[in-house]
Each structure stands twice: as structure tokens, then as C-alpha cells.
């Protein structure tokens, strides 16, 4: 991809180098065409600080030499790689290019040691030291700046140590959850439930689900609106895990705690997004990832004798 929003930029650019270039050659044949008026003592007759003299010497054919082979190293390369303008170059080299080709070496060379991996389920994986280790350290490198590091999550991104799961959590479901990522949307709720009083009302019925504490009087007025909320989070409130709509009866929040933000939530709606690794990681990667993740909330089996 070109970095110029409009062809002139490119032209513009690699003619200004271009010239550049010429200008040193023309520099050179300038200076060597132009001749002082030899004197009989060989200097230019410029003199400083009382006895420095500057000599009238031809540069040096070594030099120039150089000057020559720099101007035409610069003008091979320009050929090569890219340098004028959007001008990709006769090599096609980019660091893109390079990028993608330094991942697939490094790929190929742990291809092996994944290999050993994938053919083991991931209850197995959970029993291998080795195998969670390199699972820790890929969650540090790529999760735990949403997750944190301890996978506990914060307000907003869910807690993955826990057995509380948003979209479930058998290790098919995870591999699933980390290779395509996830989408969880609630639409803003306001209209159907009615007037800001009845918003309340629903806030303090879905308290009420967890035993949080609670307006009884309110809930019980309440409760008959939350039928707008039950195509999603089920009729008692306990979630659904194919719509990644939440369990309202666990007092385990993702979004925060109380009636102000519940009210915000029906009021706003909410999306979150977890990001596919799909195209970061590769398959054999999410396989050990995710038998860590499930052995978070998952006990290793005990090791064979
Ligand atoms: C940019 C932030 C971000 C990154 C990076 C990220 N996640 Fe997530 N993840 C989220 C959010 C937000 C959700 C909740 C999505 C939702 O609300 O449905 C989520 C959901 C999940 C879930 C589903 C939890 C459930 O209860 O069903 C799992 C599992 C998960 N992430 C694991 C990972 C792993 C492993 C990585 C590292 C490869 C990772 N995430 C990287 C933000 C992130
Ligand atoms: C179209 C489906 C849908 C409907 C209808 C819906 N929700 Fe949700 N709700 C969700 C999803 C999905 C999430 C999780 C959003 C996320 O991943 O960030 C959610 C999140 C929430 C949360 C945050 C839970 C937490 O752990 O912090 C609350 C509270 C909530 N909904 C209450 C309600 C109430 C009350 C209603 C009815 C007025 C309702 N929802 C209607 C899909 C829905």
C-alpha cells in the first residue's frame, strides 16, 4: 500500500530525489570544469591566520571515484528497493514483506514443539507442566491487557478464573471464544420497559434475582416489566450463554454493582467485544491458550502413576 494520499505527493518526491542526485553530478562537473589562474607557488592565494595557505590541488582521483560509485550505488538502489515515490521497487521488498516471512520462520521452527501438543485434549494439557507454562506466557504477551494478569479481569472484561462464563466454557467453547472472538450486544432497553420509574423498578427486581440488597416494594413492581429483558436473560434471570447475555442472579457483574449502574445499562444498552486471535495466533497456539484458560476454573486430573 502506497503511504500518499494523492499521486502528485509521489511524483513530487521521487523527482526531488532525482534532482537531487543530478545535482551532485552536475556539482562535480561544474567544480572540475572551472579553472583558477595557476600561480607560480601552487596555492589559490587565500591566506589565513597570518601563513595557512589553501593549495590548488585537483581533488583526489580516489574521491572522486567515490563520488561517482555513491551516485551510482544510489541509483541501483532506488531501482531495487522502494524509494521514489510509490515506486515499489524491481525486488518487491517491504517490511510488511519481511514481517510476515520472519513469523512464518518462526512458526515453522515451533512447529515441532507444538506438535506434541495438539494431538492431546485439552483436560490432558492441563496435567503438563510444560504446556501451561507456554500457555501463561502467551495469555501475558496477548490477554492480560484486557484480562489482567492474574485473568481476574476488571469492570468490563470478564473474570476467566472463575466459573462464571458469559458464553460458556467447556474447551470447545473457548478455543471458539478465542479463535473468532466474541460480540456480546444489549440494545438499549428504556422503551420497553416504560418511564424512568419503571426503569428502577426492573434494576431493583434484577438486584432482588441475586438477594443483592434491594427495594422489595420496588422489585415487586418491577418484576412483570423484567418479561422485556427474559428473551435474552431467560425468564429467571440466569443468562443464556448462545446470545452471551449474562447471568443476572449470580451477583457476579461485569459492568458493576448497584442500581445506578443497572439503570445506566438498561437506559444505554452495552457492547463489549472480545477480539478474535485468529489471524494472531495460530491453531495449535489457541489449543494450549485455551487448556489454560479452562484450567484456571478447571482442576489438573491427577497426575498417572
Ligand atoms: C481488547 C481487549 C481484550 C483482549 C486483548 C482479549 N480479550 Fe478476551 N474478552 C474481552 C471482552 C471485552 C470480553 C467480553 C465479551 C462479551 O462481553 O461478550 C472477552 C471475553 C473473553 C472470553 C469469554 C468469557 C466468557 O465468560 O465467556 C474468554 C474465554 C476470553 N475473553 C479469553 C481471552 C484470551 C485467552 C485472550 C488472549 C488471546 C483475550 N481474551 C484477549 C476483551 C479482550
Ligand atoms: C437482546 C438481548 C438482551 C436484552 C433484550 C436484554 N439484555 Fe441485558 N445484556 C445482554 C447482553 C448480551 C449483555 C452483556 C453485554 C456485554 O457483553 O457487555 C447484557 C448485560 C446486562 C447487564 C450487565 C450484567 C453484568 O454482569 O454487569 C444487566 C444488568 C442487564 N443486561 C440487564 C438487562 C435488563 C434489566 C434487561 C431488560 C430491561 C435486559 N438486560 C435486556 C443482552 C440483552
Redesign the pocket.
Given at each position: 500500500m502506497s503511504d500518499f494520499d494523492h499521486g502528485f505527493w509521489s511524483i513530487f518526491i521521487a523527482g526531488a530525489t532525482l534532482l537531487g542526485i543530478a545535482a551532485c553530478l552536475l556539482l562535480l562537473w561544474v567544480t572540475a570544469r572551472k579553472k583558477v589562474a595557476p600561480r607560480s607557488d601552487n596555492t589559490t592565494g587565500h591566506v589565513w591566520d597570518g601563513d595557512l595557505t589553501e593549495m590548488n590541488n585537483p581533488l583526489p582521483l580516489w574521491w572522486v571515484g567515490m563520488f561517482i560509485l555513491t551516485i551510482v550505488f544510489s541509483l541501483l538502489y532506488l531501482v531495487a528497493y522502494p524509494g521514489l515515490g510509490s515506486y515499489k521497487g524491481e525486488l518487491q521488498w517491504s517490511t510488511q514483506g519481511e514481517y510476515e516471512e520472519e513469523t512464518r520462520q518462526a512458526r515453522a521452527a515451533l512447529e515441532p514443539l507444538y506438535a506434541q501438543f495438539t494431538a492431546r485434549k485439552a483436560e490432558e494439557l492441563v496435567g503438563d507442566a510444560n504446556a501451561m507454562a507456554i500457555g501463561e506466557r502467551?495469555?501475558m504477551n496477548?490477554?492480560?491487557?484486557?484480562?489482567g494478569s492474574d485473568?481476574r479481569?476488571s469492570k468490563?472484561?470478564?473474570?476467566?478464573a472463575d466459573i462464571?462464563?458469559?458464553?460458556?466454557?467447556t474447551p470447545e467453547?473457548?478455543a471458539r471464544?478465542?479463535t473468532k472472538?466474541?460480540?456480546?450486544?444489549m440494545p438499549p432497553m428504556a422503551a420497553a420497559v416504560g418511564n424512568s420509574d419503571d426503569v428502577n423498578n426492573v434494576a431493583h427486581y434484577v438486584l432482588s434475582l441475586s438477594n443483592s440488597p434491594h427495594d422489595s416494594v420496588r422489585a415487586q413492581l418491577g418484576k412483570s416489566k423484567f418479561t422485556a429483558c427474559a428473551a435474552c436473560h431467560g425468564a429467571s434471570g440466569k443468562g443464556n450463554?448462545a446470545l452471551?447475555a449474562?447471568n443476572l442472579a449470580d451477583d457476579i457483574w461485569?459492568h458493576g454493582w448497584g442500581v445506578p449502574a443497572i439503570v445506566a445499562i438498561i437506559n444505554n444498552g452495552?457492547?463489549?467485544?472480545?477480539?478474535g486471535?485468529a489471524g494472531?495466533?495460530t491453531e495449535a497456539q489457541?489449543h494450549v491458550?485455551?487448556a489454560?484458560?479452562w484450567g484456571l476454573s478447571n482442576k489438573a486430573p491427577a497426575p498417572k502413576p
Amino acid at each position: 500500500m502506497s503511504d500518499f494520499d494523492h499521486g502528485f505527493w509521489s511524483i513530487f518526491i521521487a523527482g526531488a530525489t532525482l534532482l537531487g542526485i543530478a545535482a551532485c553530478l552536475l556539482l562535480l562537473w561544474v567544480t572540475a570544469r572551472k579553472k583558477v589562474a595557476p600561480r607560480s607557488d601552487n596555492t589559490t592565494g587565500h591566506v589565513w591566520d597570518g601563513d595557512l595557505t589553501e593549495m590548488n590541488n585537483p581533488l583526489p582521483l580516489w574521491w572522486v571515484g567515490m563520488f561517482i560509485l555513491t551516485i551510482v550505488f544510489s541509483l541501483l538502489y532506488l531501482v531495487a528497493y522502494p524509494g521514489l515515490g510509490s515506486y515499489k521497487g524491481e525486488l518487491q521488498w517491504s517490511t510488511q514483506g519481511e514481517y510476515e516471512e520472519e513469523t512464518r520462520q518462526a512458526r515453522a521452527a515451533l512447529e515441532p514443539l507444538y506438535a506434541q501438543f495438539t494431538a492431546r485434549k485439552a483436560e490432558e494439557l492441563v496435567g503438563d507442566a510444560n504446556a501451561m507454562a507456554i500457555g501463561e506466557r502467551l495469555f501475558m504477551n496477548n490477554c492480560a491487557q484486557c484480562h489482567g494478569s492474574d485473568a481476574r479481569g476488571s469492570k468490563g472484561f470478564p473474570n476467566l478464573a472463575d466459573i462464571d462464563w458469559l458464553h460458556g466454557g467447556t474447551p470447545e467453547v473457548i478455543a471458539r471464544t478465542l479463535t473468532k472472538g466474541r460480540v456480546g450486544s444489549m440494545p438499549p432497553m428504556a422503551a420497553a420497559v416504560g418511564n424512568s420509574d419503571d426503569v428502577n423498578n426492573v434494576a431493583h427486581y434484577v438486584l432482588s434475582l441475586s438477594n443483592s440488597p434491594h427495594d422489595s416494594v420496588r422489585a415487586q413492581l418491577g418484576k412483570s416489566k423484567f418479561t422485556a429483558c427474559a428473551a435474552c436473560h431467560g425468564a429467571s434471570g440466569k443468562g443464556n450463554p448462545a446470545l452471551g447475555a449474562p447471568n443476572l442472579a449470580d451477583d457476579i457483574w461485569l459492568h458493576g454493582w448497584g442500581v445506578p449502574a443497572i439503570v445506566a445499562i438498561i437506559n444505554n444498552g452495552k457492547t463489549s467485544e472480545m477480539p478474535g486471535q485468529a489471524g494472531k495466533l495460530t491453531e495449535a497456539q489457541i489449543h494450549v491458550l485455551g487448556a489454560w484458560v479452562w484450567g484456571l476454573s478447571n482442576k489438573a486430573p491427577a497426575p498417572k502413576p
